[in-house]
């Protein structure tokens, strides 16, 4: 076992299970953030139950595993891939159709997902855990005004917003090579489900970048 | 039409061998017939060297048909220069246009050191094939033809892998060097014929083995690899090499 996952497949499988486990994660994530725009208290009450539900609380450091694990293997193979081409590197390539842009920045759309990653956390993960929310009431049950700490996070400061909807478009990038290259790690592709997964796949970014994005430049704007 | 020349400039890869650094050398080569391979127009340049007393340029060729894979040069940036499906005795000057600068580097990865000029050592794909890509049988009279009854959609699938020529077109690509093409190829050619099945699990562990050691990198499912090779190899071979592979290894 030690052997496979020291192995160049063995790592990848890592990155793909991890990634999958990551793309699941993001997906309901979005979901819940799009009650944002339907309302205080159908976000509160949603983000109420997320809070205490015994499942999310059993999820939580299997999540943050899968991002060490993701982040941690996509460094290593990045930088000893790195040293694979040898001593001297080509005066001249042509890699523009030869692959998709996104495939070959991954590293770079991993980083700039991680820089907003560390940001998010300290703007609510940070606050929600280790107070500093303010107390709402809703159908008679004390909670978090999670609502409120979102949207003045949101009006305060353009920048944030830019922040978060950099992260939304980088994560929909990484998403565009991920989805389909996920399955094909695990095997399970050949020329037909490729098309398949890819189609799924960019979908999926689609939707996932947008409602990531549209949700702060919506706050500033528009509310 | 047909006996159309064009003017070309070349810069050409030059290094001594494997220890020394090497540099770019340009060359001016003209009347070069539109209608020549792309190593006739090395062999032009090379008479042409050799007449003013110059070291020729070496480089790997053989068959100059298309199948022995020997051929390795990156030409203007891509493995076997601008032409898809296509190795560089397969490639013909009217591709180029007149007056152009054409960039000729070696093949470059770790797992290949050059051995001179645009000659690079691809022994290491021999040492895979040695770590496991073959059948072991008994020696004795040869068995009649079709005594193994094969679905013919097997054995085409199984052709399309055997017709990597191990070229290496595909690590030189690759960003991160890796040799996943070729071993897939490999690896799946023989998985999927009842002569290879017997010996499949071993195989791929023993071939991945040998294919991370000798510094291939690893696959990050690019593709690039599949859109150079002259032989059209799929990179869903490459998911039943990782199908293969995590079946040896998770499987009991
Ligand atoms: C936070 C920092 C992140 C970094 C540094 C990062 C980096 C990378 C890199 C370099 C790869 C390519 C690795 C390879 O193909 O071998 C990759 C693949 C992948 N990433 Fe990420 N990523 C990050 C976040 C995410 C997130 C948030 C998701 C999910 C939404 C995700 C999902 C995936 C998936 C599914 C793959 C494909 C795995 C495979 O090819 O087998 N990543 N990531
Ligand atoms: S897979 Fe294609 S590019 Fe790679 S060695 Fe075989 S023929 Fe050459
Ligand atoms: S010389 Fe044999 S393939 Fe080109």
Redesign the interface.
């Given at each position: 076992m030690a052997g496979f996952l020291n192995s160049s497949i063995g790592k990848k499988f890592l990155m793909s299970i991890s990634g999958l486990f990551l793309i699941l994660f993001v997906g309901l994530h979005a979901t819940l953030n799009s009650l944002l725009l339907i309302g205080p208290d159908t976000y509160n009450i949603a983000a109420h139950f997320m809070a205490t539900n015994v499942f999310i609380k059993i999820m939580e450091p299997i999540l943050a595993l899968g991002f060490i694990v993701h982040i941690i293997y996509a460094f290593i193979l990045e930088i000893s891939n790195y040293y694979k081409r040898g001593p001297v590197r080509y005066a001249m390539t042509v890699r523009r159709h030869q692959s998709t842009w996104s495939s070959r920045n991954m590293i770079w759309l991993g980083i700039i997902i991680f820089v907003f990653l560390a940001v998010h956390l300290a703007n609510f993960f940070w606050k929600v855990k280790f107070g500093g929310v303010p107390e709402t009431t809703v159908n008679g049950v004390k909670m978090h005004d999670t609502y409120t700490l979102v949207v003045s996070l949101f009006q305060a400061n353009i920048w944030i917003d830019l922040l978060y909807v950099l992260g939304a478009i980088a994560l929909g990038f990484h998403l565009h090579h991920a989805f389909w290259s996920a399955f094909q790690t695990l095997g399970w592709s050949n020329e037909k489900w490729r098309k398949i997964w890819t189609t799924l796949g960019d979908i999926y970014a689609v939707i996932i970048a947008f409602t990531f994005g549209i949700i702060p430049l919506y706050f500033y704007f528009v509310k | 039409m047909a006996n159309k020349t064009i003017n070309i400039k070349l810069?050409v890869w030059r290094q001594n061998g494997p220890h020394d650094k090497?540099h770019?050398e340009e060359y001016e080569l003209n009347n070069v017939p539109t209608a020549a391979s792309f190593l006739e127009m090395m062999d032009l340049l090379n008479e042409k060297l050799i007449s003013e007393g110059k070291e020729p340029v070496a480089f790997d060729h053989d068959c100059r048909e298309g199948i022995c894979g020997a051929c390795s040069m990156?030409i203007?940036?891509?493995a076997h220069g601008p032409a898809t499906g296509v190795t560089t005795c397969q490639l013909h000057m009217r591709l180029f246009k007149d007056g152009e600068t054409i960039?000729v580097?070696p093949w470059?990865?770790?797992?290949?050191?050059v051995i001179k000029d645009l000659m690079v050592d691809r022994s290491a794909l021999d040492e895979i094939i040695k770590a496991g890509g073959y059948i072991s049988v008994n020696t004795g009279g040869a068995p009649d033809a079709n005594t193994i009854p094969i679905p013919k959609d097997v054995a085409s699938r199984a052709f399309d892998a055997a017709n990597c020529i191990g070229c290496g077109a595909c690590v030189a690509?690759c960003?991160?060097?890796?040799a996943m093409l070729f071993v897939a190829a490999k690896v799946s050619h023989l998985a999927l014929l009842p002569q290879g099945q017997v010996e499949a699990k071993e195989r791929v562990k023993k071939m991945?083995?040998k294919?991370?050691e000798l510094?291939?990198?690893?696959?990050?499912?690019?593709?690039?690899c599949e859109?150079?090779c002259p032989k059209g190899i799929?990179?869903?071979f490459?998911?039943?090499?990782?199908?293969?592979?995590?079946?040896a290894?998770?499987m009991p």
């Open positions: - | 810069r090497g770019f990156y203007n940036g891509r960039t580097e470059r990865a770790k797992a290949f050191p690509t960003k991160n060097s890796s991945i083995a294919m991370d510094g291939f990198g690893s696959c990050t499912n690019t593709g690039a859109v150079e799929s990179i869903a490459i998911a039943k090499l990782n199908r293969e592979y995590l079946n290894n998770l």
